[in-house]
């Protein structure tokens, strides 16, 4: 699950959500949003694009999120939104008719830790092998603890909007 690559460490590789059926896509954006207020990342929409097909809209929304923990390290966050077959529809629910919609929907949550995101070790080669030396001897269990926070706090995100597509959550995950 955990690849170094030079100064980031990619803790999830992807976690998925599918669903087909009835879901409210706003819903489920702002649930998001909400949550990774609440978790305090800044996010930005790197990409967000729409196409009417015959079968209904399709839709590709991803967020980039972001947070920095401390002067070392920085957490991100990358949720992909997939929308296929997207049609309005009217429900009915406790007695009142709602406006949802109809489709399937994939979502995509990946996760790194960034280490040194200052370059301060980076400027010269010696400073590379500082840094390396820095990680190995100093950092090692707080960047298994740091590893173990984003973790959780990746697979909290994901349930939270798997919570609002309705589907079952995983019990008595394990962190580090």
């Not at 929409?45 to 399709?58: F, I, L, M």
């Amino acid at each position: 699950m955990k690849k170094e690559r030079g100064t980031e460490n990619v803790v999830v590789e992807a976690a998925h959500t599918q669903m087909t059926g009835v879901f409210d896509l706003d819903e489920v954006l702002q649930t998001g949003t909400d949550k990774c207020w609440d978790m305090k990342y800044f996010w930005t929409e790197k990409e967000h694009t729409e196409k009417q097909t015959s079968g209904g809209e399709e839709l590709v929304i991803e967020w980039r999120c972001w947070k920095k923990v401390d002067d070392y390290y920085r957490f991100y966050i990358n949720v992909i939104f997939n929308v296929f077959r997207y049609k309005e529809v009217i429900i009915e629910k406790e007695g009142r008719k709602i406006k949802s919609g109809r489709g399937e929907i994939k979502i995509t949550v990946k996760s790194r830790l960034e280490k040194d995101y200052n370059h301060m070790f980076d400027r010269s080669p010696i400073g590379k092998f500082l840094r390396v030396l820095y990680e190995l001897i100093v950092l090692k269990d707080r960047t298994s603890k740091m590893e173990g926070i984003l973790l959780r706090e990746t697979y909290d995100l994901n349930d939270t909007m798997k919570e609002k597509l309705g589907q079952m959550i995983r019990e008595n995950r394990k962190y580090y």
